[in-house]
């Protein structure tokens, strides 16, 4: 399969691609009310392993009393079929996890592989980003200069508000309209457009396809940037999309309370650093409760405030981050970490926790659902962007504390771009986690760079290096960087377990190839399913065209699905 043939013919009119899909079999891509599902609940329980889903449904001898400790989530095993070799996309970053969900395709078909990555026909942004991405020119029509891309929160107004700093916002409701189009990354082909999000994915998404076929779509998660999830038609895919910011201050939140029974009327964790969610286990479960709230309200066919009666959606859902922060976080002003206490996963009291939490937000869900009798019509999907890596505490390494991070070495050597730089004072950075991705100035360098990270491989003062990819065993899954603009020219995966920071914040991290970044947890339930085990591989990206299928819409709708033959997940009929 010549996969850039096919992908520079879709990318050429990706927008118009989504609407002549459709087009092309009107009969198969209606929904119709005879359909046994009319609804699909999408769950991101971020960081969740699939061994994560065998321990808490099952329980441990060590923990929780022997007890399972996600009682709601066993429920929904016993009428769902469970895939115990589920695979996220690699890279395993948020942002391309998501992209794989929701489009069916690989990083690169959707040209998605980090939030904050570079792309060789792109201009920097109009204005400097929240997180430093500088601004600089652009010429339109002229040749593009190449730029660092960041779809976090820096493109937002102000990203120290949980709204996003969106003018005449309520307090946590900022959406679209919190996004700045000066901090997007400009397009010169384009009179130096701003790219925003997604236009930004290269694919068309479920929320597109459904919305097109008249359904209803709704969507809530972390950064205003994952509206990006609308790739195809753009934002009129969302007929409701909801995004507290999650690297906003911590506030107070009156009237929430979490499914735990919990209030969160004042500032649970006081102490902890409180410039984002993520820095306390307590903190962390009243932001999510915000987005659980939501759920339960698009189930009960209101807005995600609840202030407005609209309709259940077609396809609705959210993503968890209080297991990736139990699962990551030193919290030092308790003196606590969380993560796991050994390599069979036995979750710390920290963790065992967010699980405890999540857990009741999905019994809540469950509930309401059937309250509202529509459980029999619902299709619950379950699974997680990204694991965490790794498992085992014994093999964390924050490797600067010792060593060096690959793109120091290439920055240092003259072949990185300044926006990726470390040499940059006020840049906001080069992509690297526990994976490195690495844009050249010049391609032709690649060769050149290579030898100086393969002569710098050392565990202790070098990179850690596990494995580099370029040239041809890059190409096996990537397309060529010479043609393709987002493509890096070299990836370098770490030794297990090692981490490109100096933090002493962290137990884990995501991003990478290893295997405790990409197993994660996959469970399609409904009540007329009988229980399943699939021991068979698989991956994220067939839960988009599946969840196409489970609406008797046409997987092939999807332009991932037609290019790269993402199939839909075995053993489950509809």
């Not at 649970?268 to 307590?282: I, V």
């Not at 068979?536 to 819409?553: E, F, S, W, Y």
Request: charged fraction near 15%; charge should be negative.
């Amino acid at each position: 399969m010549n996969l850039l043939r096919r992908l520079c013919a879709v990318v050429s009119a990706s927008l118009a691609l989504a609407s002549i899909a459709l087009a092309k079999e009107p009969a198969k891509n209606q929904l119709s009310s005879s359909s046994k599902i009319q609804h699909v609940l999408l769950i991101s329980i971020d960081g969740m392993h699939a061994v994560d889903f065998l321990n808490c449904a099952n329980g441990m001898v060590t923990t929780n009393g022997g007890q399972p400790f996600c009682p709601a989530i066993a429920a929904l095993g016993a009428t769902g079929v469970n895939y115990l070799s589920a695979s996220t996309s690699k890279p395993s970053d948020s942002f391309p996890g998501l992209t794989a969900i929701v489009t069916g395709g690989s990083p690169a078909f959707t040209g998605v592989y980090y939030d904050v990555a570079y792309s060789r026909n792109y201009d920097a942004p109009a204005k400097t980003t929240g997180n430093g991405l500088a601004a600089g020119p652009c010429t339109p029509n002229a040749a593009p200069t190449g730029t660092t891309t960041e779809y976090e929160e820096g493109i937002d107004i102000n990203q120290h508000k949980l709204n996003g700093g969106a003018p005449g916002a309520s307090l946590t409701d900022g959406g679209l309209n919190s996004i700045d189009p000066k901090r997007l990354v400009r397009d010169p082909s384009r009179g130096c457009a701003p790219v925003y999000p997604w236009e930004f994915v290269r694919a068309n998404s479920i929320f597109s396809v459904i919305h097109s076929a008249g359904g209803y779509a709704a969507w809530s998660d972390k950064h205003p940037a994952y509206a990006s999830v609308a790739s195809g038609l753009g934002p009129s895919a969302l007929d409701d999309f909801y995004s507290p910011e999650i690297n906003s201050n911590v506030i107070a939140l009156p009237g929430v309370t979490t499914p735990t029974g919990i209030s969160c009327e004042k500032i649970r964790d006081k102490n902890a650093d409180l410039t984002a969610w993520t820095n306390s286990f307590e903190n962390i479960q009243c932001y999510d409760t915000l987005k659980v709230n939501a759920v339960l309200n698009w189930i009960d066919g209101k807005n995600h405030l609840g202030t407005t009666t609209t309709k259940v959606p077609t396809v609705f859902g959210m993503n968890f981050q209080a297991v990736s922060v139990g699962q990551k976080l030193i919290e030092k002003s308790i003196g606590v970490g969380g993560g796991y206490l050994d390599a069979q996963a036995t979750p710390s009291a920290a963790l065992l926790d967010e699980f405890k939490f999540v857990d009741a937000s999905i019994a809540a869900f469950v509930s309401e659902l059937q309250k509202q009798g529509i459980s029999d019509s619902t299709l619950i999907v379950i699974t997680a962007k990204h694991g965490q890596s790794p498992i085992d505490p014994n093999r964390y390494v924050s490797q600067l504390k010792s060593g060096t991070s690959p793109v120091t070495l290439l920055s240092n050597a003259g072949y990185i771009p300044w926006s990726e730089s470390t040499n940059n004072p006020t840049g906001i950075g080069p992509t690297e986690d526990d994976v490195s991705l690495i844009w050249l100035s010049d391609t032709a360098d690649t060769e050149s760079a290579v030898s100086i990270l393969e002569q710098n491989g050392s565990a202790t003062t070098g990179i850690g290096l596990g494995q580099i990819y370029h040239g041809s065993s890059l190409e096996l899954n990537f397309n060529n960087p010479t043609n393709d603009p987002r493509t890096p020219d070299i990836i370098v995966t770490p030794n297990v377990g090692v981490t490109y920071t100096g933090s002493s914040k962290k137990l884990e991290e995501h991003g990478g190839f290893a295997h405790d970044d990409t197993s994660v947890d996959l469970l399609l339930s409904n009540p007329s399913f009988k229980p399943k085990t699939v021991q068979a591989a698989v991956g994220t990206a067939q839960v988009a065209p599946t969840i196409l299928k489970a609406l008797g819409l046409s997987p092939n709708a999807l332009e991932a699905v037609q290019v790269e033959g993402t199939p839909v997940l075995p053993a489950v009929s509809f």
